[in-house]
């Protein structure tokens, strides 16, 4: 044995005296014994690199609410993105869902859901219910207009015969799209409708109610007792849309301490207005109260989501973009209308990322939407993160994952692809056997690595963004970086203890080492699990995990995809890897994400094309509402996936005035 | 002719008393049921109600009612009429603030510009009939007749043992389910591969034979994702993580002991369990909100429940509703 390695097993055995002080227990934890003499000896290290590991002080500073908690974590599923019959376009849709909030969660739960469309009696023409509930959900309705439809269903009061209430109770796009959605797309500032009075302070009255109905829903929903069972947060959608860019962002609150009504776009109709409306009214001006905003459809933005400006056109500075990752630390790349993470063509050469796109460019029903703009796509966000972080010392697009429905059904979590029967009331409704269109997806899940399931320790870990979504299905993935994290890990029964102790979970930021680690490239490590699926709807394999690393070089972001584990053609029910960055620069800044492929396997369309007699080689005899079954988007076969959030790695030495944005984050709390 | 006294019974005067007696009871009989008559207040749906309601009904939703929900609307009205004319009798609508905005606002447009102090636009306003009919006017009634029947209700409090008994009548709903904790070692590979069965068997016996505890006998088999120490899950919950067969199992292995084999998707799976759970109810402390809030509830539907068919008997509503089952509108 060297002397190296024996002054190696001489500090983790220090590592370890330290960690057992900290537990205050006069034995050290049997894992740990057993995890040191399984592990392989990791050269170099210093004793202060695996202290500076053990975020012991945070663990057992978290307060424990429930019966069920997990020092190392535990993946909970959920939804963040579900609307109800309080989103004005649930109702103009057609076939309109009468699901309010209670409704959904009651969903989300495991409960029975009646699906549009609806009879005048509010009988629903179908049903549906989750085989597996969630363990979390938030109810997003468009704050947009909270007022108005509830104005627009309260006989008597003015605004009730008003030709906009008129057009919404007609229940049909034609009719109430062009109304309601079409102040949204246009030049931002536009007023609110006649009928909320002057000063819309009438239909800001309304709005309170609606929000306050909202906020009960969430709060009855949530299991308070030490089961844990199920955890709600309070939410809504800011819904931006200026000239007709997806600006789409959901606000997420902490706890049920919340501003007394909901900013909306209406009133802040730039992103940085909502912004300093939360920074007011909820982190200072309310005890306990604090938001995370999450923006999604960024594939229909046009490129406008992600642009290194605020909303004004004034590029970022420092204090901009530090805002900007302050309250932006998740992006939703997965959703009922498309994945945001990547497309082919665009920045990339990776054709996986030809997964669930959408044929255009716009939301809107534009004769001639533009072409795709590069910064559409998330990752493209990401890695000009990087570039700006280079020029500016922080990185705004620092942004982990997740994944949800976007429901119009009030179905939160309802992403099965063999029982798919749509999300968007009578527009994607039943005919006998099938959808009356090919449109867009189920949607996708987000899983949170937590202690436990309370709506705390679920949003420090939305925070943190150790998350990562899933296009529906429900894989376990965990993912790691480290320069101390031993080549056997896989091998290991101690996974996630020796992840979290010897580098930084998904979501994380890993800086370089000090000391005899200085030169050891990073591992990633990556396991996943199968989802198991359910008797009626089995899981498919794993295919393989790829690794997305980007990085900043000649100040030109690069990215490569590699293959770490499995391959194409390959299946497994479990994989596991530790990859070492032979590339490894640490004067360059980066970030790692892994991607979980499964096996090919049928999309929810495919099925029904196939019932439907269709045959794309006669297209006159295609039944309406299926040529897209024939469409280059639509492929026969797909790979359901998972994304973890990134592992980012700043440049060491660290550019002069560099911030992490976690710092950045925790000195604006 | 006899000279005997004739009976009591054939006494003239009992003849007089029992005819007199005969008649005031028919009189007061007929009093009460002219009474009943007078008190019961007369709801009436006619033609022109039926009317309006269509029309109201094709303004929201976009068409005609069909007979069916004619019924419904008529029935809805009637319940609604009731409770207003409840309200209006129990004077819960004077100087209402809701129902005062909503008149002086309704004047405003019929009069502007009158020059009359507040007290006496409103007295305009109802003399002008300007309540009658009026939504928010019959709904605000609506809701004080709520509030008054729900005012003496008080707060809440029941005993323990109330709180108890409603939980043991409703124990299906409240109880967790049963659960199982467990330990698993777990060997990943192929199941349909004879070599892992084989693999899985050896590695039991080896359990078996060096007694060895759970916590350390699972790291005699490959690490997994999810741990080793599974904490108190149910069925359905075990079913979501693990798969039906591992969920199965756990429910069916022995406790304290290895258990057999069990396949999953991820491999093979030897079972310890160390605690089975019956489902039970929480302690009462756990349900004692959720209860509580079901119970206001249910008092709540109850008065309300009571206090309209109490209307409904002191009120005849006179409704055709075959009729209306028979309509067809356009």
Redesign the interface.
């Known amino acids: 044995m060297s002397l190296r390695s024996i002054c190696t097993v001489a500090l983790v055995a220090i590592a370890a005296t330290v960690l057992t002080a900290a537990l205050g227990s006069a034995e050290s934890p ?1 894992w740990l014994d ?1 995890a040191l003499d399984q592990m392989e000896k990791v050269p170099g290290g210093t004793a202060w690199d695996i202290q500076s590991r053990i975020p012991v002080a945070e663990k057992f500073g978290f307060p424990r609410n429930c ?2 908690y ?1 020092f ?1 974590r ?2 909970f599923f959920g939804d963040l993105h579900v609307h109800t019959s309080y989103s004005m376009d649930t109702i103009y849709f057609g076939g309109s869902t009468t699901a309010d909030p209670t409704a959904a969660y009651d969903f989300a739960r495991g409960l029975p859901i009646g699906l549009p469309p609806f009879d ?2 509010g009988n629903p023409a179908r049903f549906a219910q989750l085989d ?2 969630l363990d979390f959900a938030a109810v997003t309705d468009h704050a947009e207009y909270f007022g108005e439809v509830r104005i627009c269903y309260s ?4 605004g009730y ?1 008003a030709p906009e209430c008129v057009a919404l ?3 049909n796009p034609a009719a109430g799209f062009p109304v309601w959605f079409g102040p949204l797309a246009g030049p931002p500032g536009a007023p609110r409708f006649d009928f909320c009075d002057e000063g819309d302070a009438n239909c800001l009255d309304v709005a309170g109610n609606v929000w306050e109905d909202t906020r009960a829903a969430a709060m ?1 929903a949530d299991d ?4 844990c069972s199920f955890s709600t947060f309070v939410g809504y959608e800011w819904t931006g849309n200026a000239f007709g860019a997806n600006l789409h962002r959901n606000v997420i609150f902490k706890s049920d301490q919340v501003p007394e009504i909901p900013v909306s776009y209406l009133d802040a109709p730039q992103v940085e207005q909502l912004h300093d409306s939360l920074q007011a009214d909820c982190l200072e001006g309310l005890q306990d109260c604090d938001a995370v905003v999450i923006p999604h459809n960024s594939n229909y933005s046009m490129g406008r989501m992600f642009l290194p400006q605020t909303a004004d056109g004034t590029p970022f500075d420092a204090e901009s973009a530090a805002r900007r990752a302050q309250f932006e630390p998740l992006v939703e790349i997965m959703q009922h209308k498309g994945a945001s993470e990547c497309r082919p063509g665009l920045g990339t050469t990776d054709e996986l990322c030809a997964f669930e796109v959408p044929a255009t460019s716009s939301l809107l029903p534009i004769p001639n939407p533009p072409p795709v703009e590069s910064l559409s796509f998330v990752r493209n966000a990401l890695k000009l993160g990087l570039e700006l972080d280079t020029e500016l010392g922080v990185n705004p697009f620092q942004m982990g994952f997740v994944g949800g429905t976007d429901t119009h059904n009030a179905a939160a979590g309802f992403t099965e692809e063999d029982s798919y029967q749509g999300h968007l009331a009578a527009l994607e409704s039943v005919l006998p056997g099938r959808l009356n269109q090919v449109g867009n997806n189920p949607g996708g899940l987000t899983v949170i690595w937590a202690e436990e399931n309370s709506r705390e320790s679920l949003f420090e870990a939305l925070q943190r963004r150790e998350v990562y979504a899933t296009s529906g299905n ?1 894989p ?1 993935v ?1 993912f790691f970086g480290g320069h101390l994290i031993p080549d056997n890990l ?6 996630a203890p020796l992840g979290y102790l010897l580098g930084v979970p998904m979501g994380g930021v890993l800086d370089a080492p000090h000391g005899l680690a200085w030169n050891r490239a990073p591992r990633f490590a990556v ?4 989802d ?4 009626d709807s089995p ?1 498919h394999e794993l295919e393989r995990i790829q690794i997305v690393k980007a990085w900043v070089e000649n100040d030109v972001a690069q990215e490569r995809v590699i293959d770490v584990v499995g391959g194409r053609g390959e299946s497994s ?2 994989l ?1 890897a530790v990859w070492a960055d032979p590339d490894y620069d640490p004067s360059q800044v980066a970030f790692y994400y892994a991607r979980v492929l499964e096996v090919p396997s049928e999309p929810w369309y495919a099925q029904q094309c196939s019932a439907a007699g269709v045959v794309c080689s006669e297209p006159a005899l295609i039944p309406p509402g299926l040529e897209r079954c024939c469409s280059e988007f639509r492929p026969p076969q797909h790979q359901e996936r998972a994304w973890t959030s990134p592992i980012w790695m700043p440049a060491h030495p660290p550019f002069p005035g560099h911030k992490s944005a976690d710092d950045v984050a925790s000195s604006s709390r | 002719m006899s000279d005997a006294k004739p009976s009591r019974l054939r006494q003239p005067w009992l003849h007089f008393l029992l005819l007199g007696l005969l008649l005031v009871l028919v009189d007061r009989g007929l009093d009460a049921f002219v009474v009943a008559e007078a008190d019961r207040e007369i709801v009436r749906v006619d033609e022109e109600r039926v009317r309006i309601l269509s029309s109201e009904f094709r303004r929201l939703h976009g068409r005609g009612p069909t007979g069916e929900e004619l019924v419904g609307a008529v029935t809805a009205w009637t319940e609604e009429e009731l409770q207003v004319r409840e309200a209006r009798r129990l004077g819960l609508g004077e100087n209402d603030l809701v129902i005062q905005r909503r008149l002086l606002d309704k004047l405003e447009v019929l009069e502007a510009g009158a020059d009359l102090g507040i007290d006496e636009q409103i007295e305009r306003a109802y003399a002008l009939g300007l309540d009658h009919e009026d939504p928010i006017v019959r709904r605000r009634l609506v809701q004080r007749l709520e509030t008054y029947w729900l005012a003496d209700l008080g707060s809440l409090r029941p005993s323990e043992q109330a709180v108890e008994d409603f939980v043991r009548s409703r124990s299906e709903q409240y109880a967790t389910p049963a659960r199982v904790r467990f330990y698993h070692v777990f060997l990943r590979g192929d199941v349909s591969s004879g070599e892992l069965h084989e693999r899985a068997l050896a590695l039991r016996k080896g359990l078996v034979a060096d007694r060895v505890a759970p916590e350390a006998g699972v790291l005699r088999g490959d690490p997994f994702l999810l741990g080793h120490d599974i904490p108190l899950r149910s069925e359905e919950e075990l079913a979501g993580s693990f798969g039906v067969d591992l969920a199965t199992a756990a429910f069916e292995a022995p406790i304290d002991r290895w258990s057999e084999p069990v396949e999953s998707k991820w491999g093979i799976h030897l079972v310890w369990v160390e605690e089975r759970r019956e489902s039970e109810l929480p302690p009462t402390e756990n349900l004692r909100l959720r209860v509580l809030r079901e119970m206001e509830l249910l008092r709540r539907q109850e008065t309300r429940r009571l206090a309209l068919a109490e209307l409904k008997q002191r009120q005849e509503i006179i409704v055709d509703f075959d009729k209306l089952r028979a309509e067809r509108t356009s």
Do not use: N
């Open positions: 049997v057993q019966d069920d997990d190392f535990s993946p005048a009696a597996r509930p006989p008597g009061h003015p015969d109770r007609q229940r009855a308070p007792t030490s089961a429900r376990v965990r896989c091998s290991l029964h101690f996974f396991s996943a699990l199968m198991p699926g359910t008797s899981g029910e479990a596991c």
